[in-house]
């Protein structure tokens, strides 16, 4: 339960953070003057996308990531100039970003396949080396029980 809350905090601070960045965007796209696409796009990339897509593989199977989509998919809304009416499917396909599903799973992917090389550190930590020990509690369980 405890962890569950976590992300759900972690989550919505995320999306406060892709919220005011997205924000930050909106200013650079002018109504009668503004960036270009290109530019429009690297910086949603590189402001919005970038701490959303931080941790993915802690968080992206929690129900709450539908809450960091909504700010990402105002970001494509700000890039491609499109409606509010414009289908959220259609979004990926008119900025030129993937999709959040396929971004989520190819960092989740990359961690995986980090993980198999024997070779790499992220292999070494998990498997070759022993956990530590664990220093003894000042305040055992047991004498609380006892009490």
């Known amino acids: 339960m405890l962890g569950s809350l976590s992300v759900v905090q972690d989550t919505h601070t995320l999306k406060?953070?892709?919220?005011?960045?997205v924000a930050l965007t909106k200013r650079l796209a002018g109504v009668n003057w503004g960036a270009s696409?290109?530019?429009?796009r690297t910086s949603c990339l590189a402001l919005a996308f970038d701490p959303a897509e931080n941790c993915v593989p802690v968080w992206c199977r929690s129900a709450h990531t539908k809450h960091i989509d909504v700010?990402?998919?105002?970001s494509m809304h700000v890039i491609t100039g499109c409606l509010r009416s414009t289908p959220t499917s259609?979004?990926?396909?008119?900025s030129g970003i993937t999709p959040f599903e396929t971004r989520r799973s190819a960092s989740c992917l990359?961690?995986?396949t980090k993980d198999l090389n024997p070779k790499h550190?992220?292999?070494e930590t998990l498997y070759?080396?022993?956990?530590?020990?664990r220093l003894r509690s000042r305040k055992p369980l047991l004498s609380f029980a006892e009490l």
Do not use: C, D, M, T
């Open 121 to 123: 550190l992220l292999h």
């Open 90 to 94: 259609f979004l990926p396909i008119l």
């Open 110 to 112: 990359k961690l995986y």
């Open 37 to 40: 696409f290109k530019a429009l």
């Open 16 to 21: 406060k953070k892709v919220s005011s960045r």
């Open 128 to 133: 070759l080396k022993p956990s530590p020990k």
């Open 71 to 74: 700010p990402l998919n105002e």
